[in-house]
């Protein structure tokens, strides 16, 4: 069974703090990986995505990837309470030359006090 | 910006009887998919779909659930006798440029639409 792991939270952090979220994948043969946000009662929304070991840095948001240790994470500088959602984790399995689909994990809940 | 959308947003049915659920896709994408999130549980794959025909299904598809491209810019999830378990938020995606666009291409969520079966 192929697994995307997420710690569910609640995570709380004051404004103005980082955010770190994490995320473990069981598949060795992954390629892509994304993380999306989430509000209650609405669709997944994209954050950014990431493939190669490292990190990726878009505004206030740096992705981290560790293939070795199956491990990505999400850094949210300068949180926001806007920033409050449920952050989910989304591998792409490796399928030939399809686009192949998204395994999610749970999700982090993220909670930014004012 | 373009964007995936999908209609209805909220569809209440009864046990047994047949449901559509239907998407529009990003204009210029190739690539479509449904996905679905019962209450308080994970986004779950249900579908791809390409070039006219199904490219991947999970387990949860089964001979219940079919998908339709009827025209060039519709994409339908049909469920042909709805259980109780049906229940839950379906989410159509899209992605892709082309296939030069890679694998790596970031699929894009509608709005989604909630199904209830009473």
């Known amino acids: 069974q192929k697994e995307v792991e997420q710690n569910s939270g609640p995570l709380s952090v004051p404004e103005g703090a980082i955010a770190s979220l994490n995320c473990t994948y069981s598949?060795?043969?992954?390629?892509?990986f994304f993380w999306y946000r989430q509000y209650s009662g609405k669709s997944p929304e994209l954050i950014m995505f990431?493939?190669?070991?490292g990190d990726k840095e878009d505004g206030r948001f740096t992705a981290q990837l560790n293939k070795a240790s199956q491990y990505v994470s999400l850094l949210i500088r300068d949180s926001q309470p806007s920033d409050s959602a449920t952050y989910l984790c989304?591998?792409?399995?490796?399928?030939?030359?399809?686009?192949?689909?998204?395994?999610f994990g749970k999700g982090t809940k993220l909670s930014v006090k004012p | 910006e373009p964007e995936v959308t999908q209609t209805p947003s909220h569809q209440v049915t009864q046990m047994g009887q047949e449901v559509i659920l239907r998407c529009v896709p990003i204009?210029?994408?190739?690539?479509f998919y449904w996905y679905r999130q019962i209450l308080g549980q994970k986004v779950e794959f249900l579908v791809s779909?390409?070039?006219?025909?199904?490219?991947?299904k999970s387990e949860i598809f089964d001979d219940q659930f079919s998908v339709e491209r009827p025209d060039g810019s519709n994409f339908t999830l049909k469920i042909r006798s709805t259980k109780l378990e049906d229940s839950a938020m379906y989410f159509c995606?899209?992605?892709?440029?082309?296939?030069?666009?890679?694998?790596?291409?970031?699929?894009?969520f509608g709005p989604g639409t909630r199904l209830t079966v009473l």
């Open positions: 995606a899209s992605s892709g440029g082309g296939r030069a666009a890679g694998f790596y291409n970031e699929q894009f």
């Open positions: 598949d060795r043969g992954s390629q892509s």
């Open positions: 990431i493939y190669s070991n």
């Open positions: 989304a591998v792409k399995r490796r399928y030939g030359g399809s686009q192949g689909n998204l395994i």
């Open positions: 204009s210029n994408h190739l690539y």
């Open positions: 779909f390409y070039n006219n025909e199904i490219s991947e």
